[in-house]
C-alpha cells in the first residue's frame, strides 16, 4: 500500500479490498470493538478504505461482518495508526452504517 496522502484531506485507498494491510487493519479494528463490547463479529469483507493525515494516518474503513446471529452488517471504522507509539493503532471509531452503495458514500444510522 502506498503510504502517502494528502495533508488534511481524505484520500480514496484503490485495491483496499485486496490489500493486506487494510485486511490487518479492519481484523484489528473489529478485534478491538469485540474485546471492548463483549461481541463476537466476525470480519467478512472490507468494502472500501480511505486514509487522511492528521497526527499520523486515520484510516476510515467500510467493512462487512457477521454478527452472532449469523446476519451480515456493515460498519465503518476508524483505526488511527502513529507508528512512533508503543501503541501504535488505536481504535477512534466503529459505527453501524447502512448497506452501502458502489457509487454513494455510506449513511451512518447512529451518528447525529
Known amino acids: 500500500m502506498e503510504a502517502t496522502a494528502t495533508v488534511g484531506g481524505r484520500e480514496k485507498i ?3 479490498q485486496s490489500d493486506p494491510e487494510i ?3 479492519a481484523t484489528f479494528a473489529v478485534d478491538k470493538y469485540n474485546s471492548e463490547k463483549g461481541l463476537q463479529l466476525k470480519l467478512e469483507k472490507v ?3 480511505e486514509k487522511q493525515v492528521v497526527e499520523g494516518i486515520m484510516y476510515y474503513l467500510v467493512i462487512k461482518v457477521l454478527s ?3 446476519r451480515s452488517e456493515y460498519y ?3 483505526v488511527l495508526v502513529q507508528a512512533w507509539k508503543e501503541t501504535k493503532k488505536t481504535l477512534e471509531g ?3 452504517i447502512a448497506k452501502p452503495a458502489e457509487s454513494k ?3 451512518c ?3 447525529v
Do not use: G, Q, Y
Open 23 to 25: 485486511h490487518d487493519l
Open 109 to 111: 444510522l447512529v451518528c
Open 68 to 70: 452472532k446471529r449469523l
Open 14 to 16: 484503490p485495491n483496499a
Open 76 to 78: 465503518e471504522a476508524k
Open 105 to 107: 458514500k455510506w449513511k
Open 47 to 49: 468494502i472500501s478504505a
Open 94 to 96: 466503529f459505527d453501524k
